[in-house]
């Protein structure tokens, strides 16, 4: 399995992104998937999840109610929708798949992890 995440870029606070994750492989559908980020000098943290379906899906709380995660499996593909960004969202954005078929919120739930990609929030 690989994992490709894409989508980061520079933008100003208050402004969207959209990011895209990747994955080759048949299995894609089979398991949950998750976006962690880590910024600078900080520990990797979870960001969102979602379920093998899209009916189970979980935010960390600093993103709640700004991001927004879903996945179309036909294309292999699972996204986040990022809006409001804050200048604290500037992190690399990670994509992983858990091993699992439900929601993970925790990165020893998940074996694969793509390349990550940049996110810059300016103020």
């Known amino acids: 399995v690989q994992l490709q995440a894409s989508g980061g870029g520079l933008v100003q606070a208050g402004g969207s992104l959209r990011l895209s994750c990747a994955a080759s492989?048949?299995?894609?559908?089979?398991?949950?998937k998750g976006w962690f980020r880590q910024a600078p000098g900080k520990e990797r943290e979870f960001v969102a999840t979602?379920?093998?379906?899209?009916?189970?899906?979980s935010y960390a709380e600093s993103v709640k109610g700004r991001f927004a995660v879903s996945r179309d499996n036909a294309k292999n593909t699972v996204y986040l929708q990022m809006n409001s960004l804050k200048p604290e969202d500037t992190a690399v954005y990670y994509c992983?798949?858990?091993?699992?078929?439900?929601?993970?919120?925790?990165?020893?739930?998940?074996?694969?992890w793509g390349r990550g990609t940049l996110v810059t929030v300016s103020s």
């Open positions: 492989g048949s299995t894609f559908s089979r398991n949950a």
């Open positions: 992983a798949k858990a091993r699992g078929m439900l929601a993970a919120m925790n990165d020893y739930e998940y074996d694969y």
């Open positions: 979602i379920s093998r379906t899209g009916g189970i899906i």
